[in-house]
């Protein structure tokens, strides 16, 4: 396996080190932490779940109605009377 050497500030191998697990190496921590990014888009979140699907959370066809919602959100009734024109 080919490793490469990188440079980090000590507050940041602090906190790396902090956040070590037992036997967790620094690739390990930076692996966990950088595949535990927040999801940019609702699709991209219904895809991270999608592996908990038939556990009561979302359903196949309440993941497919979530993604349309995304690409045509319905209007809400108080953001309809908050642009009505006075």
């Known amino acids: 396996m080919a490793y490469t ?3 980090v500030r000590q507050d940041v191998a602090k906190r790396l080190r902090s956040s070590r697990g037992v ?3 620094y690739s390990d921590v930076l692996n966990r932490l950088l595949d ?3 999801a940019k888009t609702v699709e991209e979140w ?3 779940i999608a592996p908990l ?3 009561d959370l979302f359903t196949k066809e309440g ?3 979530l993604k349309k919602d995304q690409l045509t959100p319905r209007r809400s ?3 309809g009377m908050r642009d ?3």
Do not use: D, L, Y
Request: hydrophobic letters at 15%; aromatic letters at 0%; zero cysteines.
């Open 5 to 7: 050497t990188i440079t």
């Open 23 to 25: 036997r967790e190496s």
């Open 36 to 38: 535990n990014q927040p």
């Open 46 to 48: 219904m895809e991270s």
């Open 53 to 55: 699907e038939g556990r």
């Open 63 to 65: 993941r497919e109605r």
């Open 77 to 79: 009734h108080a953001r």
């Open 84 to 86: 009505a024109p006075s």
